[in-house]
């Protein structure tokens, strides 16, 4: 059974930081390929960051130069970086990944960017 657990979320100023962290209960972590994904209110669910088995990673374009995306697999666990948050980062962030057809997704963090 694969299982994400993310934290680190929560109501932030314009301009700061936070960083989420996602925890994964997965044989193998190493192996996988982990993306945050993020929901705003009436929106669809888009990539934010991915990171491969190898460490290579890519960003979409809206976070690119603020968001950094790292993982630890001693620890199981993906880390999302984000500085200069703005308003229009707000929204649940997800964690997943795609075993063979099938994705597995966390139940999400909220993230508020708001003064």
Avoid: H
Avoid at 61 to 78: E, H, L, Q
Wanted: net charge positive.
């Amino acid at each position: 059974q694969v299982q994400f657990v993310e934290s680190g979320g929560g109501l932030v100023q314009p301009g700061g930081s936070l960083r989420l962290s996602c925890l994964a209960s997965l044989s193998a972590f190493s192996k996988y390929a982990i993306g945050w994904y993020r929901q705003a209110p009436g929106k669809q669910r888009e990539l934010v960051a991915g990171i491969t088995s190898t460490g290579s990673t890519n960003y979409a374009d809206s976070v690119k130069g603020r968001f950094t995306i790292s993982r630890d697999n001693a620890k199981n666990t993906v880390y999302l970086q984000m500085n200069s948050l703005k308003p229009e980062d707000t929204a649940v962030y997800y964690c997943n990944t795609k075993i063979a057809t099938r994705a597995y997704w966390g139940q999400g963090t909220q993230v508020t960017v708001s003064s």
